[in-house]
């Protein structure tokens, strides 16, 4: 059981340059999170779903997509990277309505 | 949307010393968490609050989830250096986010 499982770990992109982040969770859960972090701004929520083929936008969705055609995979998409999306992104999952999240360990990404 | 506003942004504080952060909020939540979160990691869950009045306790750690349902607390009792991390309260409230305070970051000095 590995819980919550974020690949890349870690990536560098031009500006202009795409790339999608996955997560992948074991646990069946049906709620998916993606956020990023930025120092002294705490998580803010990008994207969520709240189950297989649904998507909402958070806080800060401009620049980012979604898609979530498989129940266990949330993909983060960034068209046109820009570098103001260098941050550590974070994608989470849970159970139920009011269940915790559980964490991956995260996606240290830089825009050069 | 929700606004979290979490206090202090930092502590230093003597090993064996007691601790309190905050959290509070304009709106109402359903559901008060607390994580914390080590260098190079996620977040990990803490505490979970479900009603307000609610008064919860793992090990060190105590919270509480405000009557108003607009703020709740995080005490951990004689730190230790491993208690060294930056915590976070989250707040779930009547749509499906779930939105972070910007944490407290705890230095323990031995």
């Known amino acids: 059981n590995a819980g919550v499982t974020q690949t890349p770990k870690f990536r560098v992109l031009k500006t202009g340059q795409s790339m999608t982040l996955l997560c992948a969770q074991d646990?069946?859960?049906?709620?998916m999170y993606w956020y990023r972090q930025d120092p002294g701004m705490g998580l803010r929520l990008i994207h969520y779903?709240?189950?297989?083929?649904?998507?909402a936008k958070g806080e800060v969705p401009d620049g980012y997509n979604v898609s979530r055609l498989k129940k266990q995979n949330f993909l983060l998409g960034l068209e046109s990277a820009a570098p103001s999306q260098t941050s550590v992104y974070f994608c989470?999952?849970?159970?139920?309505?009011?269940?915790?999240?559980?964490f991956g360990n995260g996606t240290r990404l830089t825009v050069t | 949307g929700q606004q979290l506003n979490q206090s202090p942004q930092s502590m230093f504080i003597q090993e064996g010393e007691d601790v309190s952060m905050n959290c509070t909020s304009s709106?109402?939540?359903?559901?008060w968490l607390w994580y914390k979160q080590d260098p190079g990691e996620g977040p990990v869950l803490l505490i979970a609050?479900?009603?307000?009045?609610e008064l919860t306790s793992n090990g060190r750690l105590t919270a509480q989830f405000g009557i108003t349902r607009k703020d709740s607390f995080l005490n951990i009792s004689a730190s230790i250096p491993s208690d060294v991390g930056i915590y976070f309260c989250?707040?779930?409230?009547?749509?499906?986010?779930?939105?972070f305070g910007a944490g407290t970051r705890l230095t323990v000095k031995p």
């Open positions: 989470a999952s849970k159970r139920a309505y009011n269940s915790p999240l559980h």
């Open positions: 646990m069946n859960h049906e709620y």
């Open positions: 779903s709240v189950g297989e083929g649904t998507t």
């Open positions: 709106s109402i939540f359903n559901t």
């Open positions: 609050l479900y009603k307000a009045g």
């Open positions: 989250a707040g779930q409230g009547g749509n499906n986010d779930m939105r």
